[in-house]
């Protein structure tokens, strides 16, 4: 840092930052000469510059001479476009553990499998043991009798052929043909059917690509508040449905 708090330049990733934001903004590419009289930098530092990102793959030189954005500018817009979308949905997420006292799951059923994509959570909140993996257990907890929801039945007895469900408390029900023939519920729950002591709440989510669910987890005791959590879950289950709809897309992990 230099004196007075303001932090120290460095006027070469300066130069090479402003001469990719004007090649940006040329649509079929500048020369080494466009761009040096439009930055002011002179013309040798401006092919130097350009000869080093052009190698890192932030520039691309083509044959007429003149320069566009490169394969890496493409994937920095990329991961940015996930790290946004993935930044407004965990949002939503604290914002529904500061509501309600709870650990916060996103999941979705992907590629056969249940996948749990985000946990927001504290020490005061703490997320559920998960003792036993989540993709065998998708019979006793709501995260994945959710997802399981929003499937066919032909596909619930796949998902089950494959992961046959077993006893995780005295609460877990294994009977296939319950299972598979489950009712579709606006929340689903489970009361101590993953965990004894713990019961979880989760609402669907909307607007991506194959079933998502947003969920709470929460002392057994407290199941008497359970309307209380209803209304707040689903509310945040929408935003975070809309928010994938406009982006079309889950965020990848992280």
């Known amino acids: 840092m230099a004196r007075g708090g303001e932090p120290t330049l460095i006027a070469s ?32 530092t401006t092919y130097h510059l350009l000869r080093t990102l052009v190698h ?21 817009h ?30 979705r059923y992907h590629e056969g499998e249940v996948e749990v994509a985000e946990i927001v959570d ?10 036993a993996d989540f993709r ?3 019979h006793a907890t709501a995260i994945g009798k959710c997802l399981l929801s929003g499937l066919s039945q ?5 998902h089950f052929l494959r992961h046959p469900p077993a006893d995780l408390t005295p609460r877990t029900i294994t009977r296939i043909r319950d299972l598979v023939n489950r009712p579709v519920r606006p929340v689903v729950s489970d009361s101590e059917e993953y965990s004894l002591g713990t019961a979880c709440l ?32 689903r509310t945040a289950a929408v935003e975070i449905s809309r928010t994938l709809a406009v982006a079309g897309r889950f965020p990848a992990a992280g």
């Open 13 to 44: 990733v300066q130069r090479a930052l402003r001469l990719m934001e004007v090649v940006g903004e040329h649509a079929g590419g500048a020369t080494a000469k466009t761009l040096a009289r439009r930055t002011g930098i002179a013309l040798p």
């Open 154 to 158: 032909e596909e619930r007895a796949d």
């Open 78 to 107: 990329v991961a940015g476009q996930n790290q946004g979308l993935r930044s407004q949905v965990r949002t939503v997420m604290v914002g529904l553990r500061e509501d309600l006292n709870a650990a916060i799951y996103l999941a």
């Open 122 to 131: 504290s020490p005061r909140t703490p997320r559920v043991d998960t003792w």
């Open 136 to 138: 065998e257990a998708a």
């Open 56 to 76: 890192e793959g932030y520039l691309e030189k083509l044959d007429d001479g003149a320069f566009i954005l490169g394969e890496q500018v493409s994937g920095l």
């Open 202 to 233: 989760a609402a669907p989510v909307i607007g991506a690509s194959g079933p998502v669910t947003l969920a709470i987890s929460f002392p057994a005791r407290k199941l008497a508040d359970t309307k209380s959590y209803v209304r707040p879950l």
